[in-house]
């Protein structure tokens, strides 16, 4: 608890479903240190539950590729604008990023020139676009705090004040039932080769995603002779707005809300969109084929850019290929079904990726990485001289 009674301002900016459950632990840490202190900022549902004051929400800013950024471009400027008037009208004690890079780093550039202080949390994927621009997000950001090992020996070799904290996942990532239990809970039947839909947390995604998924789940259906779909919808997504897709295809799925993680861990295999999901699957130990599509554009521009053998994090952080993806045109519900048969019907394969997957644990450090990101974004505040 702080002693002191004056009220510390602090602009929080989360722009993607993760960064803002990540900030809302965060946030919680913080208050925990000091109930004093408050916040506003941009994020979604859990931010606001956390106590923070909202400007605007996340989930509008969301955008995957290039070509939605166009669509919504308008939009962000004008929040970007508000961000910085809050600059100079609160005055906030410290500036606190989370992820979403482009617009953070913006940001952050302005706050820097201003005089705040600012802390990234959970940093920018330089080790998949440029590493060159370590340089730069050096000027204009005080600490890091990253919560993948590898990324704390990158922004070292430049100087950089950076923090490897743990992955937040480890704290999160956990169920309150047994396969059976959870199957039972869900109206599964026992015995039926059970099979996850992830299809992603943004809108967008789940327009371009879902439709694939469910004809794969067509396919599967006529070579399982026992099968069944399971998938739980992200708390950024309408309920109404999934099942208006599913309804629209031939196969009974079970859309489940809220006990996401008793969902994946309930299923044999998922196939998951690229992104965070691949890390929960995988912390789950449920086997996992990886889809990823976005438009043309976007991923001719990501294939000059992007530097990495895999996308998946879970094949990233493995140092390997430990479960397929499949890519643009390769995502064809034909080549999803075809990995997913194989991986169910070739016993050793499907041993090895869950011994495999049983290890990412142990490379993301400990468990507390709110906790310890609290501390550190915590310090800034105390140790300021001034903004």
């Not at 990726?353 to 049983?358: F, M, N, Q, T």
Request: one cysteine or more; charged letters at 25%; hydrophobic letters at 45%.
């Amino acid at each position: 608890m702080h002693p002191e009674t004056t009220t510390r301002r602090i602009m929080i900016v989360a722009g993607e479903a993760s960064g803002d459950m990540h900030g809302a632990n965060l946030v919680k840490a913080m208050s925990r240190i000091d109930p004093a202190l408050r916040f506003y900022g941009i994020g979604g549902k859990r931010l606001k539950e956390a106590g923070v004051e909202l400007m605007a929400d996340s989930a509008k800013m969301a955008v995957v590729g290039l070509t939605e950024v166009f669509f919504k471009l308008r939009f962000i400027l004008k929040v970007m604008g508000q961000l910085k008037k809050s600059l100079r009208e609160i005055k906030p004690d410290l500036v606190i990023l989370i992820d979403y890079p482009d617009f953070n780093l913006a940001l952050a550039k302005t706050a820097k020139k201003r005089g705040f202080r600012v802390f990234y949390y959970i940093s920018p994927q330089v080790w998949a676009w440029r590493k060159g621009r370590i340089g730069k997000i050096r000027r204009v950001v005080d600490k890091m705090a990253v919560i993948l090992p590898f990324e704390a020996r990158l922004y070292e070799e430049s100087g950089f004040d950076v923090t490897f904290v743990g992955h937040p996942l480890l704290d999160l990532v956990k169920t309150k039932y047994s396969r059976e239990e959870a199957r039972r809970k869900f109206g599964l039947q026992e015995g039926k080769t059970t099979v996850g839909i992830l299809p992603g947390s943004r809108p967008s995604e789940v327009v371009k995603l879902l439709p694939e998924m469910l004809k794969t789940a067509g396919i599967l259906q006529e070579k399982l002779a026992s099968v069944q779909f399971i998938l739980p919808v992200a708390d950024t997504l309408a309920m109404d707005f999934v099942s208006r897709i599913t309804r629209q295809y031939p196969v009974e799925v079970r859309l489940i809300c809220q006990d996401t993680y008793e969902a994946i861990s309930s299923a044999d295999i998922v196939m998951v969109a690229s992104g965070t999901a691949t890390l929960e699957t995988a912390l789950l130990r449920t086997p996992m084929v990886i889809v990823y599509k976005v438009s043309a554009l976007t991923y001719y521009m990501g294939n000059i850019f992007v530097k990495v053998d895999n996308i998946g994090l879970v094949n990233i952080i493995s140092g390997k290929t430990i479960v397929p993806e499949l890519i643009q045109e390769e995502a064809s519900p034909e080549r999803i079904a075809a990995e997913i048969m194989d991986i169910l019907t070739d016993r050793a394969r499907m041993n090895n990726i869950k011994e495999e997957l049983s290890k990412i644990r142990e490379k993301l450090g400990n468990p507390g990485a709110a906790e310890r990101a609290a501390r550190l974004a915590y310090g800034m505040i105390e140790g300021k001289a001034g903004g």
